[in-house]
């Protein structure tokens, strides 16, 4: 079993709609951060989250550290959002980020 | 704006041509990561330096090297590159003691 799971794999959705995307976890955290990377692109580190929730535009993402679970939500969703979204957590003990598998949004027009 | 740069973007090289990648970053940030990533997998952390001390992952090949000659830039160097090591290469850094990491845009090496 993978220490960091996303769910969906693959989610494609119609513009406007509401999107989650959700990561859970097995070990011990310091903070967990949530990226975007567009096909062949570099990564962009949306939010950082060690407790409850952060908003950023339509995005928003919360943490439950006794659940070891995390979403990401994007509110009335386009096109241009569409791209891969990354779980990744920092362990307690060292620098490593663990890595989730990633969730491909597609938002069609 | 403070941020992480990676030169070049694309970049080709032969099968067995010593390439080098270089990132600079203007954050003052003392920890530096180079990762590789394939397509559609995650990306893999090659090393990393605190500072100055460099810090090499158990599974790095060999032929994988870097270098740090200031805190500002951070050189990977791929001594010679097979087939097998085309991929993206992403150059992140952070501060120590804060967990939050700055990712450059990345350079995605062709091996031909």
């Known amino acids: 079993k993978n220490e960091v799971e996303q769910s969906p794999q693959n989610l494609t959705a119609q513009e406007g709609e509401f999107i989650t995307i959700n990561c859970s976890y097995s070990v011990g955290i310091s903070a967990l951060h949530w990226l975007q990377q567009h096909p062949g692109g570099g990564i962009v580190s949306l939010f950082m989250l060690s407790s409850g929730k952060k908003k950023h535009g339509r995005l928003i993402a919360t943490i439950n550290i006794q659940e070891k679970h995390s979403s990401l939500h994007i509110t009335a969703s386009h096109p241009r959002d569409s791209a891969v979204y990354i779980c990744a957590v920092r362990m307690d003990s060292n620098y490593q980020l663990i890595w989730g598998a990633g969730t491909k949004l597609i938002i069609k027009p | 704006d403070a941020m992480v740069i990676q030169n070049p973007r694309y970049q080709v090289t032969q099968f067995g041509k010593p390439v080098t990648l270089s990132c600079s970053q203007t954050l003052n940030h003392n920890v530096m990561y180079w990762y590789q990533q394939k397509s559609s997998q995650a990306p893999k952390l090659l090393f990393h330096?605190?500072?100055?001390?460099?810090?090499n992952e158990a599974d790095t090949p060999d032929n994988f090297q870097s270098r740090r000659p200031n805190t500002s830039f951070c050189f990977l160097d791929i001594r010679s590159p097979g087939l097998g090591d085309a991929a993206m290469y992403l150059c992140?850094?952070?501060?120590?003691?804060?967990?939050?990491?700055?990712f450059g845009p990345g350079t995605r090496l062709t091996v031909t």
């Open positions: 330096y605190y500072d100055k001390d460099f810090n």
């Open positions: 992140a850094t952070s501060r120590d003691g804060t967990p939050r990491r700055y």
